[in-house]
T-cell receptor, first 113, second 113 residues
Framework: DAKTTQPPSMDCAEGRAANLPCNHS???????VYWYRQIHSQGPQYIIH???NNETNEMASLIITEDRKSSTLILPHATLRDTAVYYC??????????????FGQGTTLQVKP | DTAVSQTPKYLVTQMGNDKSIKCEQN?????MYWYKQDSKKFLKIMFS???????INETVPNRFSPKSPDKAHLNLHINSLELGDSAVYFC????????????FGQGTRLTVV
């Protein structure tokens, strides 16, 4: 699985959009970009994933660059409850994959009032 | 209904003891995992079972023995506990293939004294 690089920490004002970047310059053509987050003292939570097209769900949007070497997770209206560590993970999604997630250090997002 | 549930949530025990952590998922997934999060918050996979068969064993000491009586349960038994075993242990499950979105339990905080 490809390695990812994320800034260690970011701040965001409550109500504003939080844009969390991730670099994955060695991503392979069959690897997806996944985002998880871990709110303090809780288990990681799946947010969104994508291959090459931009994706949106009720939690967030995922913007993947055309060359797929980087992506941005967007929380459109951050709330205090979005304060968490956000993990960008790149991996193959197939029936032959073990499903193992390799977590890096992630980005600690602090949403401030 | 909790999708992935672990018991106990907290576990304090003395060195040398043997303890078990239980995990159950009601999502109908065929793959379950154990992850360990150490004091530096680094999350790392330990084991994975697919339909009661061990598919991942990430160089974990053999004092740790996972047991899967059926595909909805994956328990973790730890023998001869050491101070370094203190961590938060997370159980997770996913349906291998397709999106491979993983669901995590709330964690078990193990403290060895």
């Amino acid at each position: 699985d490809a390695k990812t690089t994320q800034p260690p920490s970011m701040d965001c004002a409550e109500g504003r959009a939080a844009n969390l970047p991730c670099n994955h310059s060695t991503i392979s053509g069959n690897e997806y970009v996944y985002w998880y987050r871990q709110i303090h003292s809780q288990g990681p939570q799946y947010i969104i994933h994508g291959l090459k097209n931009n994706e949106t769900n009720e939690m967030a949007s995922l913007i993947i660059t055309e060359d797929r070497k980087s992506s941005t997770l967007i929380l459109p209206h951050a709330t205090l409850r979005d304060t968490a560590v956000y993990y960008c993970i790149v991996r193959v999604a197939s029936s032959s994959n073990t499903g193992k997630l390799i977590f890096g250090q992630g980005t600690t997002l602090q949403v401030k009032p | 209904d909790t999708a992935v549930s672990q018991t106990p949530k907290y576990l304090v025990t003395q060195m040398g003891n043997d303890k078990s952590i239980k995990c159950e998922q009601n999502l109908g997934h065929d793959t379950m995992y154990w992850y360990k999060q150490d004091s530096k918050k680094f999350l790392k996979i330990m084991f994975s079972y697919n339909n009661k068969e061990l598919i991942i064993n990430e160089t974990v000491p053999n004092r740790f023995s996972p047991k899967s009586p059926d595909k909805a349960h994956l328990n973790l038994h730890i023998n001869s506990l050491e101070l370094g075993d203190s961590a938060v242990y997370f159980c997770a499950s996913s349906q291998v293939g397709g999106r491979l979105e993983a669901f995590f339990g709330q964690g078990t905080r193990l403290t060895v004294v």
